[in-house]
């Protein structure tokens, strides 16, 4: 079957009906599309009367509100790789649909632009006869057409052959069906987050805050004050990233709405002092944040807001480390081990050994990570232990190291005292980097000559544990940079108790190396120990398995390009 990379659905069924049809429609959907799925409601649409349909304005009850729900979470379920977005452009009270235009009832004076033009159009309408097929699918386009920019290519697929079997269940529901509750809607509405990797549960917060609000939506931004105590927090993605992808998700969903994004830097934002606001849409999680707002807005004079509770979506798919909720948490933790960037061009290295750099900060777990990665069959480097090398008596570091620093620096056995080394240096930038100037190139060589003996012995894989990997230049000796990381307040933990050092000393010593973001800034693949043992196992075995695929998927394109050269 033809794939496409963008889809709408038109959704005909009763709302009351929808429910059952929602799985079924969506796993046959993500059969077709393969990116971005955009749903659009019309019930009670009919394709096969012979005439153009038109859209037409539909009123916002609770029913929709619950169908959004429950779409997202079943969305999560059943096709988590698409992007699913709700279009709520033809939902407006009938009262405030067209006000100020001569044409009743008019959703779409011209068709909408969408942020992805629509390649296919699918639909849930049931054909009461097979032999119009074509019309409908012919009707279906021209409808769609009406709405929204599609593709000038647009393709037409009719679902339901798939949904033949939920037709007695229909027949149940709509002897039960009942008249719609309106729903209660609001000229400005507020929420607040993260809006991390935009996942199901951000959709429906959005998606029911665009339902309720008829003028203005403001979207608070959690900035980097906000940033702290969220879990990988380095893994975040920028605050200019996520605002951009909101205002493209609430600019395709409802374009009429004036939508502000603002960065939170604290709890309460703007939404303790706009006099407009009238609703916050908030979760279970959150109402007793939604709660501090109207304290503190009452406490300013201002009226308190109407707090439209949502639910969490359960996300299907958890591991016992992770949150049963959909969580931006979650996601990232998924990264870990993954191929975050795309290695650089590495032509100048030979193919083999695939060279590993690993680094991370101090009591990061890196040299654990480093064990483990031997114990699949890596070959170590521990530039630690080459440091020691380089400092031994006779080579050439050693000579120059004391030239530079002081024959006082020697013990009584000729070695170098590299504690009286360490104090000559200590916080001054300029000897330290004299020192790592003599030191790091030496240390480079033993490195290079340790990758070219396990060439020799036909290693496939080199891990470069090095804890200045980034800082020394070292990257152009490796294929790939992976990056360990753990909470600064979770690393002075460790050292204090490992090292037995202060915990100002044990900060000051973080303080001097990279940061977790400047190092990720680097890296190809992030992995953190913060968890039991078991899950950074699991973890490093991901990332080798993963690892192992890339080195396979090399090889066959560096044989492809050998072999067509010869022909």
């Not at 969903?253 to 939508?259: A, E, H, N, R, Y």
């Not at 380089?390 to 005292?417: C, H, M, W």
């Not at 200590?426 to 330290?432: A, I, P, S, V, W």
Request: hydrophobic share 40%; proline share 5%.
């Amino acid at each position: 079957m033809t794939m496409f990379s963008t889809g709408i659905l038109v959704l005909t069924s009763p709302l009351h009906t929808l429910p059952l049809r929602i799985v079924p429609v969506l796993s046959s959907a993500a059969q077709i599309v393969e990116r971005t799925l955009y749903v659009h409601l019309h019930p009670g649409l009919n394709l096969g009367s012979g005439s153009q349909p038109r859209p037409v304005f539909i009123p916002p009850v609770v029913d929709m509100s619950a169908l959004i729900t429950r779409l997202y979470s079943n969305a999560a379920d059943v096709c988590g790789h698409l992007d699913v977005r709700v279009l709520l452009t033809n939902v407006r009270a009938q009262s405030a649909a067209c006000s100020g235009t001569t044409i009743p009832n008019c959703p779409f004076p011209t068709p909408q632009s969408l942020s992805h033009s629509p390649e296919v159009v699918l639909t849930d309408f049931a054909l009461q006869d097979p032999g119009q097929s074509n019309q409908v699918t012919q009707c279906l386009q021209r409808y769609t057409g009406n709405c929204y920019v599609c593709s000038p290519s647009l393709q037409s697929v009719l679902l339901h052959p798939q949904l033949m079997r939920l037709q007695e269940k229909e027949e149940g529901l709509n002897e039960s069906e009942e008249k719609a509750e309106p729903l209660e809607t609001y000229s400005d509405v507020v929420v607040g987050g993260t809006f991390d990797r935009l996942h199901g549960a951000h959709k429906t917060l959005l998606n029911i805050s665009c339902l309720l609000a008829n003028r203005r939506f403001l979207i608070g931004v959690c900035d980097q004050a906000m940033l702290k105590k969220k879990v990988l927090k380095e893994l975040v993605e920028p605050y200019s990233l996520r605002t951009q992808r909101l205002q493209e998700f609430v600019e395709d969903i409802k374009p009429s709405l004036q939508v502000e994004i603002v960065p939170l830097d604290d709890p309460y934002g703007v939404s303790v002092v706009d006099p407009l606001l009238q609703c916050i849409v908030v979760s279970e999680e959150t109402r007793k944040g939604g709660m501090a707002v109207n304290k503190k807005r009452i406490e300013n004079g201002l009226p308190a807001l109407i707090l439209h509770e949502i639910q969490l979506l359960k996300d299907a798919h958890h591991t016992e480390t992770e949150e049963e909720k959909i969580s931006s948490s979650s996601l990232r933790s998924r990264l870990l081990g993954t191929l975050l960037t795309p290695p650089e061009d590495t032509s100048h290295i030979a193919p083999l050994p695939y060279v590993i750099g690993l680094t991370g900060g101090s009591g990061s777990g890196k040299s654990s990570i480093a064990r483990q990665l031997e114990a699949l069959g890596a070959v170590r480097i521990d530039c630690d232990k080459l440091g020691h090398e380089v400092y031994q008596p006779g080579t050439a570091a050693y000579r120059r190291v004391l030239e530079e620093f002081g024959s006082d620096l020697q013990n009584a056995d000729k070695t170098i005292n590299r504690r009286a080394l360490g104090r000559k240096v200590f916080g001054n930038q300029e000897r330290l980097k004299v020192l790592t100037d003599i030191v790091w190139p030496e240390i480079a060589l033993l490195v290079k000559n340790r990758i070219s003996q396990a060439r020799e012995e036909g290693k496939q894989v080199c891990v470069l544990d090095a804890a200045v990997l980034l800082e020394a230049g070292w990257t152009d000796m490796v294929h790939e940079v992976w990056v360990t990381v753990i909470p600064e307040e979770e690393a002075v933990l460790r050292i204090t108790e490992r090292d037995g050092v202060t915990t100002e000393d044990a900060l000051r010593r973080l303080q001097s190396q990279w940061s977790n973001s400047k190092q990720i800034g680097h890296a190809n693949v992030v992995l953190s120990t913060l968890w039991e043992p078991e899950v950074t196992r699991k973890q490093v075995l991901k990332a080798w398995n993963l690892l192992q695929k890339r080195i396979q998927h090399r090889q066959e394109g560096h044989a492809l390009v050998t072999t067509s050269s010869q022909l």
